[in-house]
Nanobody, 115 residues
Framework: VQLVESGGALVQPGGSLRLSCAAS????????MSWYRQAPGKEREWVAVISNSGGSTNYADSMKGRFTISRDNVKNTVYLQMNSLKPEDTAVYHCYVGIWKNNYWGQGTQVTVSS
């Protein structure tokens, strides 16, 4: 299983970013995918989840209305569109999949929101 995130950057408050996570090594279309984030000195925080088909999504309260998770089961990629970014969104963002009680994480991509 390999998860490779990309798209992180330095962005000003109020800006937008789209993160991508390219997955391989497992039947992508069969599994729900999630995004998590970890800010310096803080616990890892769940951000959003999308069902295997993409028909169902859920978000942490602080991300609702600002973030959108989506997936492309042909490209084996999950996305996180982030709008109205705030300094408190600064973190390393990881994608995650759970397969047969095993947890798999990508290496993460850094998002920094600062003026």
């Amino acid at each position: 299983v390999q998860l490779v995130e990309s798209g992180g950057a330095l962005v000003q408050p109020g800006g937008s970013l789209r993160l991508s996570c390219a997955a391989s090594g497992f039947p992508f279309s069969l599994y729900a995918m999630s995004w998590y984030r970890q800010a310096p000195g803080k616990e890892r925080e769940w951000v959003a989840v999308i069902s295997n088909s993409g028909g169902s999504t859920n978000y942490a309260d602080s991300m609702k209305g600002r973030f959108t998770i989506s997936r492309d089961n042909v490209k084996n990629t999950v996305y996180l569109q982030m709008n109205s970014l705030k300094p408190e969104d600064t973190a390393v963002y990881h994608c995650y999949v759970g397969i047969w009680k095993n947890n798999y994480w990508g290496q993460g991509t850094q998002v920094t929101v600062s003026s």
